[in-house]
């Protein structure tokens, strides 16, 4: 358990890596970090124009009901895919500095995370001027939600940065697993859609699905989520941060021989 | 762990696969499996050494001997294969200097990146902030982007926050040629002074002069192992002896492929050709008069040579034949560098102020304490007529080397008796 007095100390560099991604992103652009709000903007505003215009959707307000699931989502995918390719991108820093290589996948995965944290202010402003407004219950319930995400999307980042190193082939393949993944967790379709009761149970191994179900009950419906689901989640979660945390200590003595 | 030590490295191994094909992607792996074959190379065969708490060591060697993988060990980069490793304190390491440094941030939030990665926190950050920008001489540009840094101005940020992180062990990778001669001999005061502050200090350089400075112990690495330790300036005298027979033993190899290609150059064109005892780059002028019938470098037994030390006495010999009969005339030599310098010339009319009668053939020898440094030299030989008319002059007539173990610098050595305050130091002689 030394490792994470250790992680402790690095905190500083955690904190610093995850400024020098956010502020690093847009420096030299005109509007500079404007663009971590202007991003998600337009991006609903995209959505609210070809889901009301060109592909007409039956679900009311569609594209909030996608918005709130699809800030999440890129948060975890980004996370898992870029947090794979963590370690091989800083491979200048690996091999010639000596810190605990977990600060790496940490920063990603935080960095994405805040990212994600900013992007919620736009969801706030929609959610407020949509009328579907705060329900001040579930709104509690949200930074829960956040954080089993939060350490899933550690565990996979952790696990799959460890094992890309060795095997430069899962990037790849995780780039086609996340591709698939979006299709089995519903973020473009609500999960009632799936009205066979044993299908929509097998969605639920998913740990993802009851996460992204969870974010929009809270966002989407204005209602407490169903915890029970979200346990469940959170100790997946768990789990694979545990793996990940165990293969990856297993594996970093020779990240430095490797890149 | 000896509670005097810093550091204690024990029969430590290190092996790096070397693959000859390597596949690291699935297809390869499945389709190619018997294709990654790869040979353990050991790198370090078992070294061992313990550094006292405040004391610098610097660890020297050729290129891939080994020592730049015992640093690595040292910064827990890497993990030995078999050994181990015992440090204590906070370790930081100048091998990469600007780790993590953002172009378009300024010069100061970089401070903080840098530092954090070396595990400060932002208190210990704040605390030394001063010290590293004015460590650094960049206070009017400490908050402009790193982009617009010179690359001088770059390194010394840079090594600036390194020096400043208070560790207990440094590490150092031949850093020490950062920025221009005054901030070098800042950042070696610096070095002394958290020496003197009793820091550990490992260096690992080639510049064995800023080793025998600073350290109490030089070990020397060759070929994975410890070939030997001790006070710097013995070891380093050994290590650059036999850095100078390698490098002989080379000059020996391509020498004698030089007077093969002669052999066989001179066999096809036998009339036009320089004569065998010249060297290949040889150009010869004169009336022909009188020729050089050879020409020789001998030692003092009077065995031909073409390694000299320094120290040694060469003799030029030379034969002659005459065409014509009753000739007077002058027989010189002259010595050039490699780039071509002329290093000296003379000839009997110089020395004696006479010319000697040519017979019809004869020999000449000439004997003379060498001087010269260690380098590459071309022997000239002439003989000219009382007049001046040249009768056959050969340039390059002979190439030779001159090596030395002593390390003083110039042209040639000036024998030099140092009296200071009245005693006299002189180390013999070889």
Redesign the interface.
């Known amino acids: 358990m030394n490792i994470f007095k250790e992680l402790y100390d690095y905190r500083q560099m955690i904190f610093s890596l995850v400024r020098k991604d956010l502020r690093g992103r847009y420096k030299g652009s005109v509007l500079g970090f404007l663009w971590t709000f202007i991003n998600p903007l337009f991006q609903l505003l995209v959505y609210t124009i070809a889901f009301s215009f060109i592909l007409p959707s039956p679900i009311e307000k569609y594209y909030l009901h996608l918005f709130v699931a699809l800030i999440p989502w890129i948060f975890f995918s980004s996370s898992v895919q870029g947090g794979a390719n963590s370690i091989i991108a800083s491979k200048d820093l690996v091999s010639k500095i000596y810190f605990p290589r977990e600060v790496i996948p940490i920063s990603y995965v935080t960095s994405c995370f805040v990212n994600m944290l900013l992007s919620f202010i736009i969801i706030f402003l929609v959610v407020i001027v949509s009328g579907v407004g705060i329900n001040p219950l579930a709104m509690l319930c949200l930074p829960v939600i956040m954080i089993v995400e939060y350490i899933m999307a550690l565990g996979m980042a952790m696990l799959f940065s460890a094992i890309t190193v060795f095997f430069r082939d899962m990037e790849h393949i995780l780039s086609i697993i996340t591709m698939a993944w979006i299709y089995l967790t519903p973020v473009l379709y609500p999960i009632n859609m799936i009205e066979n009761k044993t299908i929509q149970k097998l969605f639920y191994i998913n740990p993802m699905t009851s996460v992204i179900v969870a974010y929009r009950d809270v966002l989407y419906y204005a209602k407490v989520p169903d915890l029970s689901t979200l346990l469940i989640a959170f100790g997946f979660g768990i789990l694979i941060l545990f793996i990940g945390f165990f293969v990856f200590s297993k594996l970093k003595r020779h990240f430095a021989e490797e890149l | 762990m000896d509670k005097d030590n810093a550091i204690e490295v024990r029969d430590v191994k290190k092996k790096?696969?070397i693959y000859y094909d390597k596949g690291?992607?699935?297809k390869d792996r499945i389709l190619f499996r018997n294709r990654s074959h790869y040979e353990d190379r050991w790198v370090l065969k078992g070294i061992s050494f313990s550094v006292k708490k405040g004391e610098a060591i610097g660890l020297i060697g050729h290129n891939g001997c080994g020592k730049s993988t015992t640093l690595?060990l040292l910064?827990?980069?890497?993990?030995p294969d078999s050994g181990t490793i015992e440090m204590c304190g906070r370790?930081s390491?100048l091998?990469?200097l600007g780790?993590?440094f953002?172009p378009?941030?300024s010069g100061r939030e970089n401070i903080?990146?840098n530092?954090?990665?070396?595990?400060?926190?932002?208190k210990e950050?704040d605390k030394r902030l001063n010290d590293i920008i004015e460590f650094s001489e960049l206070e009017e540009f400490i908050d402009n982007p790193v982009r617009t840094y010179s690359s001088g101005m770059y390194m010394r940020l840079a090594f600036s926050v390194a020096i400043n992180v208070s560790a207990n062990i440094l590490l150092i990778d031949e850093i020490l040629a950062v920025g221009d001669a005054n901030f070098q001999k800042k950042c070696f005061d610096k070095l002394r002074e958290i020496k003197a502050e009793g820091t550990t200090i490992v260096i690992v350089s080639h510049a064995l002069e800023q080793i025998e400075q600073i350290c109490e112990t030089s070990y020397w690495i060759e070929d994975g192992l410890i070939k030997e330790s001790g006070t710097p300036k013995y070891v380093h005298e050994h290590y650059l002896y036999s850095m100078e027979q390698k490098r002989i033993e080379q000059l020996e190899k391509t020498h004698n492929a030089e007077v093969a290609g002669n052999q066989t150059e001179s066999e096809k064109k036998p009339e036009e050709s320089l004569p065998d005892f010249c060297d290949k780059s040889a150009v010869r002028m004169g009336t022909g008069d009188v020729r050089f019938t050879d020409a020789q470098m001998r030692n003092e037994k009077g065995e031909k040579q073409y390694i000299f030390d320094t120290e040694d006495k060469i003799t030029v010999y030379l034969k002659y034949k005459s065409e014509k009969k009753g000739l007077k005339g002058n027989f010189g030599y002259g010595i050039f560098r490699e780039d071509s310098l002329h290093c000296y010339g003379t000839n009997v009319s110089i020395e004696c102020d006479d010319f000697v009668p040519i017979e019809e053939s004869g020999e000449v020898s000439v004997t003379f304490q060498n001087s010269l440094l260690p380098g590459k030299y071309f022997l000239d030989v002439a003989v000219h007529s009382h007049d001046g008319i040249i009768f056959d002059d050969i340039r390059r007539v002979q190439s030779f080397v001159v090596s030395s173990s002593k390390r003083d610098i110039g042209v040639c050595r000036l024998q030099s008796e140092w009296s200071v305050n009245g005693k006299i130091f002189k180390k013999g002689v070889k």
């Open positions: 790096f696969k690291n992607d699935l690595k910064t827990k980069i890497m993990y370790v390491s091998i990469e780790a993590g953002h378009d941030m903080y990146t530092a954090s990665i070396f595990g400060l926190t932002k950050i």
